[in-house]
């Protein structure tokens, strides 16, 4: 079962930074992208940044020279370093799967064919 958990999130003030970490699995970690995710209050969910198998990444406009995304393959594990934070990055963000990640059920190969979420963090930027 594909399983996504964020951590990381909490309070800082404007200018401040966080380190979001999101923990994976139930499938080939490498075998798919991933990308982060935020959705504000009263706003639909956007994507914030990227990074697919080869390891290209991409960033929203809105976070580009402030965020980075990176991945340590070993554990598993998705992050995004946020820095120079402004309030209007507050948000939940949410760490998710492409389609197409390799997972094996009894010693059968599949791929998946939905993006999986993990349940969120919040990220509160006060001025």
């Known amino acids: 079962q594909v399983r996504l958990v964020e951590s990381g999130g909490g309070s800082v003030q404007a200018g401040g930074s966080l380190k979001l970490s999101c923990a994976a699995s139930?499938?080939?970690?490498?075998?798919?992208?991933m990308g982060w995710y935020r959705q504000a209050p009263g706003k639909e969910r956007e994507l914030v940044s990227s990074?697919?198998?080869?390891?290209?990444?991409n960033y929203a406009d809105s976070v580009k020279g402030r965020f980075t995304i990176s991945q340590e393959n070993a554990k598993n594990t998705l992050y995004l370093q946020m820095s120079t934070l402004k309030t209007e990055d507050t948000a939940v963000y949410y760490c998710?799967?492409?389609?197409?990640?390799?997972?094996?059920?009894?010693?059968?190969?599949?791929?998946?064919?939905?993006?999986?979420w993990g349940q969120g963090t919040q990220v509160t930027v006060s001025s």
């Open positions: 998710a799967t492409d389609l197409g990640c390799t997972y094996y059920r009894f010693g059968w190969e599949y791929k998946t064919t939905t993006q999986f």
């Open positions: 139930g499938y080939i970690f490498s075998s798919c992208g």
């Open positions: 990074i697919s198998t080869d390891g290209t990444t």
